[in-house]
């Protein structure tokens, strides 16, 4: 095998990792933004039963309002776990901590808490 050959199989395994890393990379900012995206739906639901308890609503637009939170609450939650379980794959755990997805989402709300 020649200098050259070396070089090009190299180059092809650094390209090959880089590509791997960006794709890695945008997978985990997506599914992060989805996160953020379903727990502001989650807020906003909230707001508005609360809002309609506080006001004499009929209890079909409250029974409505209950399911929406319900639902939107389910979409939060598996958001978080899709981020978290995909984070902590091999060898996608190791991209995520060297770009800094350090910490796991919060079910608890969108926070972070720390991976221990």
Do not use: W
């Amino acid at each position: 095998m020649t200098g050259t050959h070396v070089i090009i199989i190299f180059v092809t395994v650094v390209t090959l990792l880089a590509l791997y890393v960006f794709g890695t990379y945008r997978e985990l900012v997506a599914l992060l933004d989805r996160c953020k995206k379903a727990f502001g739906q989650f807020q906003e639901a909230e707001q508005q039963l609360a809002a309609a308890q506080d006001a004499p609503s009929p209890g079909a637009e409250i029974a409505g309002l209950e399911s929406r939170v319900a639902f939107t609450r389910q979409l939060f939650h598996d958001s978080v776990n899709n981020y978290n379980t995909y984070k902590h794959k091999s060898p996608t755990s190791v991209v995520a901590e060297l770009l800094g997805h350090r910490e796991d989402a919060s079910l608890s709300g969108f926070e972070v808490k720390r991976t221990v």
